[in-house]
């Protein structure tokens, strides 16, 4: 759920950041000549106002998420801490009951102990006064009784022997029995004391209990209080994954509207300009239209004629008004041009400076240029194999414009050069004049 969270918030960052980008380049500057009425800035301050509403609202709903996070990681920080105290208490209780377990058994061991100590004291005790009886009864002329009594030195020496033992007994068995009274007592004391430890750790372990019985019961609240956190932590943030979801959605809205509105305002500077830029266009073009016409008509009036083709090609073989009959080729009309022969690929010259208004196929002409010399005067070269101009461009006077050939209705490799005045063919040898040889 968090990480759904913070996807959305990127993501509606991310669309904010596209918006911005996109108001910005709303207010990119229009030429001065380009203005829409219909492109309402008003629409988009209140989308930019409405934008920045919902850029405080993600800010607000992205604190909001960190401080549920926060207060999640706090409560599982305590929760974490308890179960180590929980785990210490556990272990203080194992090592504790290990020790009084280790107490009992030792209390056992000293219990028997004891009790072997007691019956031992008890038969020592009961030999002792066994003796001190038969001393007393028989008083100590019994031990010289018995050495009187011996019948060779080897039975004396026995029985001194003998004597002697019993003497030696009475001792030692006076002795372990003061030994064993005072290890008696020991024992009694380290069963005191094992008692008393006993007792201390029964205390100890009470208390360790009680505590572990507390520190349960605030682990069991804390953990209650976790449960609720988490659970008031999970709607608060589904409230908060819907109130994105929402504003991504009104997001996504406002800007697909605003790069909508803003492509079609594009569209209609873009066209716009391109429509200003045809008429600016147009105009230059007609400006210099009428700058190539004055100087052409300048020149119309200062500049001679030239011939079309090097001097050496000067022989007609078709003169203006002629009339022809091409029996070859089926073909009769009267010429309204003039035919000078010469070579293939032989250069053919503009006869005036001029711009050139067609440059490609003519029918009957093959490969034709028309030049405008101004003052209704068209100079017109067919027949060319290749053109080394194209219409629209200014030509001057003597300027290599296409090469002879053998295009169209012809019989012979030559140039049919021919004029027309305001559109009437004229005779070329008005405006021409063929070369000497």
């Known amino acids: 759920m968090k990480n759904s969270v913070k996807n959305r918030i990127c993501r509606l960052l991310a669309l ?13 500057a229009v030429p001065a000549a380009v203005t829409y009425d219909d492109v ?43 179960d180590q105290m929980h785990n210490l208490y556990i272990e203080q209780l194992t090592v504790l009951e290990g020790q009084m377990a280790a107490l009992e058994a030792e209390f056992a061991e000293c219990e028997r102990e004891a009790e072997r100590l007691e019956k031992e004291y008890e038969q020592s005790y009961e030999n002792f006064c ?10 100590s ?21 003998r004597v002697a033992g019993m003497i030696g007994y009475n001792k030692r068995l006076m002795q372990r029995v003061k030994e064993a009274n005072a290890e008696l007592e020991s024992k009694k004391a380290e069963l ?23 520190w349960d019961v605030e ?10 956190q988490i659970q008031a932590d999970k709607e608060s943030a ?15 809205a406002l800007v697909s509207k605003l790069i909508a509105e803003e492509e079609e305002r594009q569209r209609k500077i873009e066209e716009a300009l391109r429509q200003q830029q045809l008429e600016e266009e147009e105009r230059r073009r007609l400006e210099l239209e009428k700058i190539l016409q004055e100087e052409m008509e300048k020149q119309s009036s200062s500049e001679e004629y030239t011939w079309p083709l090097p001097s050496k090609y000067n022989r007609i073989t078709s003169w203006f008004n002629e009339d022809r009959n091409l029996i070859e080729i089926g073909y009769k009309d009267t010429h309204g041009g003039m035919d000078i022969a ?24 093959g490969n034709c240029v028309m030049i405008d010399h101004g003052n209704g005067i068209v100079s017109i070269y067919g027949h060319a194999s290749r053109l080394l101009c194209k219409t629209g461009d200014i030509v001057t006077k003597g300027q290599n414009i296409a090469l002879v050939g053998l295009t169209g209705i012809t019989t012979g490799y030559h140039l049919h050069i021919e004029f027309r005045k305001n559109g009437v063919r004229v005779e070329p040898l008005n405006y021409i004049s063929i070369p000497k040889s």
Do not use: F, H, W
Request: net charge negative; glycine share 6%.
């Open 40 to 82: 309402k800035t008003d629409d988009t301050e209140d989308l930019r106002r409405r934008l920045e509403k919902m850029t405080e609202e993600s800010n607000a709903l992205a604190a909001k998420i960190k401080s549920a996070e926060q207060s999640e990681a706090d409560a599982l920080a305590r929760k974490e801490l308890y």
């Open 192 to 214: 005191d004391e094992s008692r008393a430890k006993l007792a201390e750790s029964e205390s100890q372990l009470k208390v360790k209990q009680e505590e572990l019985d507390a």
């Open 219 to 228: 682990n069991e609240k804390l953990l209650a209080e976790l449960e609720a």
């Open 342 to 365: 010469a070579p293939n690929g032989t250069p053919i010259y503009a006869v005036k400076t001029g711009r050139v208004i067609l440059a490609g196929v003519v029918s009957g002409y």
């Open 130 to 139: 066994g003796l001190l009886r038969m001393t007393y009864e028989e008083g």
């Open 141 to 161: 002329s019994s031990y010289i009784a018995i050495l009187l009594g011996a019948e060779n030195l080897g039975d004396l020496l026995a029985r001194a022997e």
């Open 238 to 252: 589904e409230k908060l994954d819907a109130s994105l979801s929402a504003a991504n959605d009104e997001l996504d």
């Open 16 to 28: 904010i950041l596209s918006l911005v980008a996109v108001i910005a380049v709303t207010s990119v």
